[in-house]
RNA sequence: GCCCAUAUAGCUCAGUAGGUAGAGCGCAUCCUUGGUAAGGAUGAGGUCAGCAGUUCAACUCUGCUUAUGGGCUCCA
């Protein structure tokens, strides 16, 4: 038979396997390397014999250093973890073993839960399977005795998940006395693994479902060579230091007072500074956009979330209060408040579209596993608006609402995709205002030049939308701005217009958040940028140094002066040496470090020092003024937006 | 809500066959007036998360509660 390898032509005989074909064809170091076969996208065994594989077909080697082969060789790692399970804890049951990104997991079922304290022994049965190179061995099975098999080992998970897949036959893999199923496919040995750690345990529900058995799930990771492994955990370290929480306290931005509010933040002054800008921005950016502020109450009586429908779908998340014998919930959401503000007065289909904009408080009652720093709050505020308008102007609300979200995002300096979400199975509505609004979102995206993703069947059984899913520097994603056609609230609040015939018509109502929860985005804006804020949110811009008590009085006027300017600036004149207040204001990750010595003093001038430890020389304020001003004006340029100081 | 782990000074952490606690940072006072990431001395600071139990004695052991961390589930 003939193949195609590397782009040469090789011939081997049928009975022998892509391995002696890859011995032949390839260097020996590049075969040393290479633990499966890719044919027509499908991965193989390399043991896979030729003759499975049709003639003239091009057979790829995967090498161990490939994204594929790694992903492999982990999914092996985790088939060595079971093994070693079952040979410390032979009662434990194996269910299944996936790689994820990073590694992979196996979860067991057992009759105590593992705990860290079992990771050394683990470790230590896996390396041995490491150390004797023990080849994974497939053998195929008729369904029927592949679930006799495995009852009879006591392996009754496996059992069920191959009675589940309703298959004529399944595929089993040996490696030393463990048996388990699985697709594959696997490396040639377990050699390969040549480093691994265990990570944590974790509970996981079988299947995924909270009302089925919980089992205990091993975390680990795994990896060709001991330096990938290093470099991965290096690589969490650095990911640890700019968790926000932990940036949140040393930057002394926000708080948790677990004892009196769990889930609640406290934010201290420099937060709140920080939060205020943000605010301030987005109202007026809002307010460019042709949006009206308002705001809601943030407690209503519980008829109106029954009108609403939040009591019936919602109330599990909601806070309730007596008042008087009357319950009130307080607000989960802020539309009641603004369908109430629409249906004020009757609307002329010339006031249309209305954009009711309001960074309103929040509060859901989230499970307490749930909660999470800033990223999974109990009370938060959300960048919330109500869009009403005529299904003709729909699609250049959205339009607006797609632009607002580029313009924000690439001022953070954040990547992002867009996706359309379809009607889902259980859901209200017809099939033409389905269709209409879906179609206007597509439109949209597509008249601003964003590539469409659809996600069928994923949008909320009131309407379609678009989720925004944003990437930070560490290539993590976020999900974060959300545009909701609803075609329930309008009908539930009787939202009118009168049109140009003078009849009343109901109107489109669009809920849009773009930052989401302003908590979280913080979060995340934190962790972006390792709290090294831009210029225009950092709560102090400028701390300026002085090197002895004589340039006090004048660092003090100076500070005074910049303030003038619109620019946060304080002097430190403690009496410490000059590199104590350099460290600290490092520390503090302030973008500007003003030094003043005699020199400075003389000049009445100021020595300007970067972050980065970069130094600009000696300029007079003024000058420093339009260096920061220009710094702080900058990242507005590219979405065509403007910051003015106040 | 579920599984595992954790809870000691404002912060980061150490500690003890079970005999009521330590360090560094920070803070206060003093000395020092020093040019770009930590000058020195002295001092104040803790009901060892809360409640119960075992014990002559609990920060330490046990149970429960609360919260936090890692996950699962949830996020109409």
């Known amino acids: ?146 679930v006799a098999f495995f009852t009879a080992q006591g392996e009754h998970y496996k059992a069920e998940i191959i009675k589940d897949l309703g298959a004529e036959k399944v595929s089993l893999y040996d490696l030393g006395g463990f048996t388990d199923l699985c697709r594959g496919p696997h490396l040639p040995h377990s050699g390969f693994v040549k480093a691994f750690k265990l990570l944590s345990v974790a509970g996981a529900y079988w299947r995924g479902d909270e009302k089925n058995r919980m089992l205990t799930r091993i975390y680990a990771t795994a990896f060709a060579d001991e330096a990938a492994l290093k470099q991965y955990l ?82 599990e998340n909601m806070y309730f209060t007596d008042i008087e014998g009357d319950i009130h919930g307080v607000k989960p959401m802020n539309c009641v408040g603004h369908m109430l503000i629409y249906n004020s007065a009757l609307h002329s289909y010339r006031e249309l579209p209305v954009r009711l904009a309001e960074l309103g408080v929040v509060h859901r009652h989230e499970m307490s596993g749930a909660l999470h720093g800033l990223f999974r709050v109990r009370q938060f505020m959300q960048d919330d608006a109500h869009i009403i308008c005529t299904p003709e102007q729909l699609e250049d609300e959205i339009l607006g609402v797609v632009t607002l979200i580029r313009d924000l995002f690439s001022l953070f300096g954040f990547s992002y995709r867009l996706a359309v979400a379809t009607r889902p199975a259980k859901s209200i509505g017809s099939d033409e205002a389905w269709e209409k609004a879906t179609n206007a979102l597509i439109k949209a995206m597509e008249k601003i030049g964003e590539p469409i993703i659809i996600n069928e069947g994923d949008g909320a059984f009131y309407g379609p939308k678009i989720d925004c899913r944003v990437t930070d520097s560490l290539g993590r994603e976020w999900q974060c701005s959300t545009i909701q056609v609803d075609f329930t609230l309008p009908e539930r ?147 065509g937006m403007s910051y003015s100081f106040s």
């Open 493 to 639: 609040f009787d939202l009118v217009y009168v049109g140009q015939d003078g009849e009343r018509h109901r109107p489109v109502m669009v809920h849009r958040a773009i930052l989401g929860s302003i908590e979280r985005f913080i979060g995340i804006l934190i962790e972006h940028c390792a709290g090294n804020f831009p210029a225009w949110l950092a709560p102090t811009q400028a701390r300026l140094l002085t090197v002895t008590d004589d340039q006090n009085s004048f660092a003090l006027e100076a500070a005074e002066i910049l303030k003038k300017f619109g620019i946060r600036a304080e002097a430190d004149t403690r009496n410490e040496k000059l590199s104590y207040k350099v460290r600290q204001a490092q520390v503090e990750k302030i973008p500007y470090i003003l030094v003043i010595g005699n020199q400075e003093l003389e000049a009445r001038s100021v020595n300007v020092r970067l972050r980065n430890g970069d130094n600009l020389g000696v300029k007079t304020l003024e000058e420093f003024a339009d260096i920061l001003r220009a710094d702080c004006e900058e990242p507005f340029k590219r979405g």
């Open 234 to 315: 290096h690589q969490i370290e650095e990911a640890k230091k700019r968790d926000h929480r932990k940036l949140g306290k040393e930057l002394d931005l926000f708080a948790f007072h677990e004892d009196v509010a769990p889930g609640m933040v406290f934010w201290h002054p420099k937060g709140m500074l920080m939060r205020t800008i943000l605010e301030d921005f987005l109202k007026r950016e809002h307010l460019k956009r042709g949006y009206q502020l308002v705001q809601g109450p943030q407690i209503l009586r519980r008829e109106l979330w029954m009108k609403s429908g939040h009591y019936d779908n919602y109330r």
């Open 1 to 146: 038979m003939k193949f195609v390898v590397e782009g040469a032509e090789h011939s081997a005989a049928p009975e022998q396997s892509c391995a002696d074909l890859f011995k032949a064809a390839l260097s020996g170091k590049r075969f040393k390397n290479t633990v499966a076969v890719s044919c027509a996208n499908e991965l193989f065994d390399l043991s896979t014999p030729l003759a499975r594989f049709p003639e003239g077909a091009t057979l790829t080697p995967v090498s161990v250093d490939d994204q594929a082969g790694l992903e492999l060789l982990r999914h092996s790692a985790a088939h060595i973890m079971a093994a070693a399970v079952k040979q410390l804890f032979p009662k434990a049951q194996v269910t299944i073993g996936p790689a994820i990104d990073n590694g992979f997991y196996y979860d067991f079922d057992n009759e105590r839960p593992f705990t860290p304290e079992d990771f050394a022994a683990i470790e230590a049965g896996m390396q041995k399977i490491v150390a004797q190179n023990l080849p994974f061995t497939r053998r195929e099975l008729p369904s029927a005795d592949a």
